[in-house]
Protein backbone atom coordinates (compact mmCIF):
# COMPACT_ATOMS: atom_id res chain seq x y z
CA UNK A 1 0.00 0.00 0.00
CA UNK A 2 2.75 2.44 0.82
CA UNK A 3 4.40 1.84 -2.48
CA UNK A 4 1.35 2.67 -4.47
CA UNK A 5 0.74 5.90 -2.02
CA UNK A 6 4.27 7.08 -3.62
CA UNK A 7 3.80 6.30 -6.97
CA UNK A 8 0.66 8.51 -6.86
CA UNK A 9 2.54 11.61 -4.64
CA UNK A 10 4.88 11.08 -7.44
CA UNK A 11 2.26 11.05 -10.67
CA UNK A 12 1.37 14.45 -8.65
CA UNK A 13 5.15 16.07 -8.18
CA UNK A 14 7.13 17.88 -10.50
CA UNK A 15 10.54 17.54 -9.12
CA UNK A 16 12.22 15.49 -6.05
CA UNK A 17 15.31 16.62 -4.10
CA UNK A 18 17.62 13.65 -3.33
CA UNK A 19 19.77 14.48 -0.22
CA UNK A 20 22.45 11.67 -1.45
CA UNK A 21 22.82 9.15 -4.03
CA UNK A 22 21.29 6.31 -1.86
CA UNK A 23 18.14 8.69 -1.39
CA UNK A 24 18.00 8.42 -5.35
CA UNK A 25 18.49 4.96 -5.50
CA UNK A 26 15.98 4.50 -2.63
CA UNK A 27 13.60 6.89 -4.51
CA UNK A 28 14.03 5.07 -7.71
CA UNK A 29 13.90 1.58 -6.35
CA UNK A 30 10.90 1.76 -3.34
CA UNK A 31 9.00 4.73 -4.03
CA UNK A 32 8.65 4.28 -7.86
CA UNK A 33 10.05 7.65 -8.50
CA UNK A 34 9.93 8.71 -12.23
CA UNK A 35 13.82 9.28 -13.17
CA UNK A 36 13.39 12.40 -14.97
CA UNK A 37 11.85 13.93 -11.93
CA UNK A 38 14.76 13.28 -9.56
CA UNK A 39 17.13 15.92 -8.50
CA UNK A 40 20.44 15.38 -5.83
CA UNK A 41 21.47 18.01 -4.23
CA UNK A 42 24.28 17.12 -1.05
CA UNK A 43 23.72 18.49 2.45
CA UNK A 44 26.24 21.52 3.32
CA UNK A 45 27.24 23.49 6.19
CA UNK A 46 27.62 27.61 5.89
CA UNK A 47 31.62 28.17 5.35
CA UNK A 48 33.36 29.23 6.99
CA UNK A 49 32.47 26.70 10.01
CA UNK A 50 32.76 28.18 13.76
CA UNK A 51 35.72 26.62 15.40
CA UNK A 52 35.04 26.14 19.32
CA UNK A 53 37.53 25.93 21.90
CA UNK A 54 38.36 22.20 21.93
CA UNK A 55 39.85 22.74 25.64
CA UNK A 56 37.64 24.92 27.13
CA UNK A 57 34.82 22.57 25.98
CA UNK A 58 36.50 19.44 27.82
CA UNK A 59 36.84 20.87 30.81
CA UNK A 60 33.33 22.08 30.92
CA UNK A 61 32.57 18.19 30.03
CA UNK A 62 34.79 16.97 33.12
CA UNK A 63 33.01 19.31 35.22
CA UNK A 64 29.73 17.99 34.17
CA UNK A 65 29.94 14.42 33.24
CA UNK A 66 31.31 12.14 36.58
CA UNK A 67 34.28 9.93 35.50
CA UNK A 68 34.99 11.47 32.56
CA UNK A 69 38.95 11.55 32.33
CA UNK A 70 39.92 14.53 30.99
CA UNK A 71 43.41 13.11 29.69
CA UNK A 72 41.38 10.60 27.97
CA UNK A 73 40.24 9.44 24.48
CA UNK A 74 36.74 10.62 23.87
CA UNK A 75 34.26 8.59 21.03
CA UNK A 76 31.11 10.40 20.56
CA UNK A 77 28.09 9.50 19.33
CA UNK A 78 25.59 12.21 18.93
CA UNK A 79 22.18 10.86 17.14
CA UNK A 80 18.83 9.95 18.14
CA UNK A 81 18.64 6.80 20.51
CA UNK A 82 16.85 4.37 17.83
CA UNK A 83 17.86 1.33 15.95
CA UNK A 84 18.76 2.85 12.90
CA UNK A 85 21.14 4.42 13.89
CA UNK A 86 23.28 0.97 15.19
CA UNK A 87 24.16 2.18 18.72
CA UNK A 88 24.18 -0.91 20.12
CA UNK A 89 26.54 -2.54 17.65
CA UNK A 90 29.20 0.46 18.61
CA UNK A 91 28.40 -0.50 22.25
CA UNK A 92 29.78 -4.31 21.14
CA UNK A 93 32.69 -3.21 19.50
CA UNK A 94 33.95 -0.85 22.23
CA UNK A 95 33.09 -3.57 24.28
CA UNK A 96 36.17 -5.76 22.02
CA UNK A 97 38.45 -3.48 22.71
CA UNK A 98 37.86 -1.69 26.05
CA UNK A 99 40.10 -3.72 28.14
CA UNK A 100 43.04 -2.87 25.72
CA UNK A 101 42.04 1.12 25.62
CA UNK A 102 41.87 1.87 29.25
CA UNK A 103 41.21 5.75 29.12
CA UNK A 104 38.74 5.56 26.34
CA UNK A 105 35.16 6.63 26.77
CA UNK A 106 32.42 7.14 24.68
CA UNK A 107 30.13 9.94 25.04
CA UNK A 108 26.10 9.36 23.51
CA UNK A 109 24.26 12.49 23.15
CA UNK A 110 20.67 12.04 22.08
CA UNK A 111 17.89 10.33 23.53
CA UNK A 112 15.14 8.34 22.26
CA UNK A 113 13.60 4.92 22.60
CA UNK A 114 16.10 2.99 23.10
CA UNK A 115 17.76 4.82 25.99
CA UNK A 116 17.08 2.61 28.42
CA UNK A 117 18.02 -0.79 26.26
CA UNK A 118 21.19 1.01 25.42
CA UNK A 119 22.17 1.71 29.35
CA UNK A 120 21.14 -2.00 30.16
CA UNK A 121 23.33 -3.01 27.72
CA UNK A 122 26.20 -0.53 28.73
CA UNK A 123 25.79 -2.29 31.79
CA UNK A 124 25.67 -6.11 30.82
CA UNK A 125 28.95 -5.33 28.81
CA UNK A 126 30.84 -4.43 31.69
CA UNK A 127 30.98 -0.31 30.39
CA UNK A 128 29.40 1.32 33.16
CA UNK A 129 31.48 4.25 33.83
CA UNK A 130 33.23 3.72 30.37
CA UNK A 131 30.08 5.09 28.42
CA UNK A 132 28.32 8.50 29.29
CA UNK A 133 24.62 9.02 28.43
CA UNK A 134 24.46 12.94 27.69
CA UNK A 135 20.57 13.13 27.19
CA UNK A 136 19.40 15.60 24.23
CA UNK A 137 22.45 18.48 23.92
CA UNK A 138 21.54 21.42 21.76
CA UNK A 139 24.92 22.05 21.80
CA UNK A 140 25.89 18.87 19.99
CA UNK A 141 27.43 20.70 17.06
CA UNK A 142 29.84 22.40 19.55
CA UNK A 143 30.48 19.60 21.64
CA UNK A 144 31.91 17.62 18.54
CA UNK A 145 35.03 20.01 18.82
CA UNK A 146 36.19 17.76 22.49
CA UNK A 147 36.07 14.61 21.11
CA UNK A 148 39.17 12.67 19.47
CA UNK A 149 36.61 10.44 17.24
CA UNK A 150 33.17 10.32 16.18
CA UNK A 151 31.63 7.14 15.10
CA UNK A 152 28.40 6.89 13.06
CA UNK A 153 27.29 2.83 13.06
CA UNK A 154 24.05 3.16 11.78
CA UNK A 155 22.31 0.45 9.48
CA UNK A 156 21.01 2.93 7.29
CA UNK A 157 21.42 6.78 6.60
CA UNK A 158 19.97 8.98 4.21
CA UNK A 159 22.86 11.55 4.71
CA UNK A 160 24.04 11.89 8.02
CA UNK A 161 24.52 15.70 8.99
CA UNK A 162 26.67 15.31 12.37
CA UNK A 163 29.33 13.74 9.91
CA UNK A 164 29.44 17.18 8.40
CA UNK A 165 29.54 18.46 11.60
CA UNK A 166 32.17 16.58 13.11
CA UNK A 167 34.49 17.20 9.67
CA UNK A 168 33.86 20.76 10.46
CA UNK A 169 35.61 20.77 13.79
CA UNK A 170 38.64 18.05 12.55
CA UNK A 171 36.81 15.56 14.21
CA UNK A 172 38.43 11.72 12.80
CA UNK A 173 35.18 9.43 11.98
CA UNK A 174 34.71 5.96 11.97
CA UNK A 175 31.43 5.11 10.01
CA UNK A 176 29.38 2.01 8.69
CA UNK A 177 29.00 1.44 4.89
CA UNK A 178 25.50 2.05 5.47
CA UNK A 179 23.23 4.20 2.70
CA UNK A 180 25.21 7.75 2.15
CA UNK A 181 27.81 7.19 4.64
CA UNK A 182 30.36 6.46 2.37
CA UNK A 183 29.21 9.03 0.16
CA UNK A 184 30.51 11.48 3.22
CA UNK A 185 33.06 9.67 4.24
CA UNK A 186 35.76 8.38 1.59
CA UNK A 187 37.52 4.96 3.83
CA UNK A 188 41.08 6.20 3.85
CA UNK A 189 40.90 9.65 2.77
CA UNK A 190 38.01 11.36 5.57
CA UNK A 191 37.83 9.03 7.58
CA UNK A 192 37.24 4.78 7.66
CA UNK A 193 34.53 2.81 6.84
CA UNK A 194 33.26 -0.30 8.26
CA UNK A 195 31.21 -2.83 6.81
CA UNK A 196 27.63 -3.49 8.79
CA UNK A 197 27.90 -6.62 8.15
Known amino acids: PLRLMFRGVWALTDVGVCISQAVHRYALRI ?40 DGIWVGIFSRLIEQKGIGYGLQAFAQIAAAHPTTHILIAGDGALRGDLESQTAALGLTGRVHFLGWRTDAPRLMAALDLFLMPSLWEGFGMTLLEAMSQAVPIIGSTAGAIPEVVKHGETGLNVPTA
Open 31 to 70: EGAPAHKLRQIYYGLPLPAPRHDRTALRAQLVSDVAGLPP
